[in-house]
T-cell receptor
C-alpha cells in the first residue's frame, strides 16, 4: 500500500534559519502530494500541494517540489519565524476513483527567537 | 461559514461506556472522514463517507461506527470505549473524494481519554 515517510523531529531552529523537512513516498501511479500544518491545539490546515511531477507548491514562504524520480516532496523555507512553530505533515492521495489521504507521522518544528 | 465543527472538545470516558463524537460541516461537501491522531503515528483514517447514505471503512475501523443520514453531519460512535481509543479525533471534509486535488478541511479535534 501507499506510505509516506518524514524525517523525525523535533527540528529546532533559530529565527531566520533555513528549513528543510524531508518527505519521501511510496505509491503506485501518480498521486497528488500535500503538506499540512498543525498549530498547537488546532486542527490541520493545508499548507501547499502539487498534483503532478515537477509541480512546485508554495504558500506563506514555504515551497515543495514534486520529484517523481526521487519520490520526494521536501518542504523548504528560506527564513523561518517563531510563528512557524508547528507540526508539519506530508500526505498523498491517489488520483483515481475515491481515495483517501495517507499521512506521514509528522515533524515538529520549534523556532526560537 | 463555520467550516467543520466538532463537539465535544474534550471528553473523559470509563472503559465500556459508549458515546458519539459529533461532526458537522456547512460547506455542502460530499466527502467526510474521521481520523485519529496518536503520538508518533500521524493521522490514521477510521471511516469515511462519499455522500449521504454511503460509508466505508478506513485503516483502523474496529470499535467505531458511523452513519451519514445528511450531507452536513457525520457522527462517530464508540460502541464500548477502551483505553486504546484514547486519542485526538479529527473530522475532515472536502468537495469530492473523486477529485484528489480538492482540499480537505479539518475540524479542531476532540481529545478523548478512556480510563
Amino acid at each position: 500500500g501507499d506510505s509516506v515517510t518524514q524525517m523525525e523531529g523535533p527540528v529546532t531552529l533559530s529565527e531566520e534559519a533555513f528549513l528543510t523537512i524531508n518527505c519521501t513516498y511510496t505509491a503506485t501511479g501518480y498521486p497528488s502530494l500535500f503538506w499540512y500544518v498543525q498549530y498547537p491545539g488546532e486542527g490541520l490546515q493545508l499548507l501547499l500541494k502539487a498534483t503532478k511531477a515537477d509541480d512546485k507548491g508554495s504558500n506563506k514562504g514555504f515551497e515543495a517540489t514534486y520529484r517523481k524520480e526521487t519520490t520526494s516532496f521536501h518542504l523548504e523555507k528560506g527564513s523561518v519565524q517563531v510563528s512557524d512553530s508547528a507540526v508539519y505533515f506530508c500526505a498523498l492521495i491517489q488520483n483515481s476513483g475515491y481515495s483517501t489521504l495517507t499521512f506521514g507521522k509528522g515533524t515538529m518544528l520549534l523556532v526560537s527567537p | 461559514n463555520a467550516g467543520v465543527t466538532q463537539t465535544p472538545k474534550f471528553q473523559v470516558l470509563k472503559t465500556g461506556q459508549s458515546m458519539t463524537l459529533q461532526c458537522a460541516q456547512d460547506m455542502n461537501h460530499e466527502y467526510m472522514s474521521w481520523y485519529r491522531q496518536d503520538p508518533g503515528m500521524g493521522l490514521r483514517l477510521i471511516h469515511y463517507s462519499v455522500g449521504a447514505g454511503i460509508t466505508d471503512q478506513g485503516e483502523v475501523p474496529n470499535g467505531y461506527n458511523v452513519s451519514r443520514s445528511t450531507t452536513e453531519d457525520f457522527p462517530l460512535r464508540l460502541l464500548s470505549a477502551a483505553p486504546s481509543q484514547t486519542s485526538v479525533y479529527f473530522c475532515a471534509s472536502s468537495y469530492s473524494g473523486q477529485v484528489s486535488s480538492y482540499e480537505q478541511y479539518f475540524g479542531p479535534g476532540t481529545r478523548l481519554t478512556v480510563t
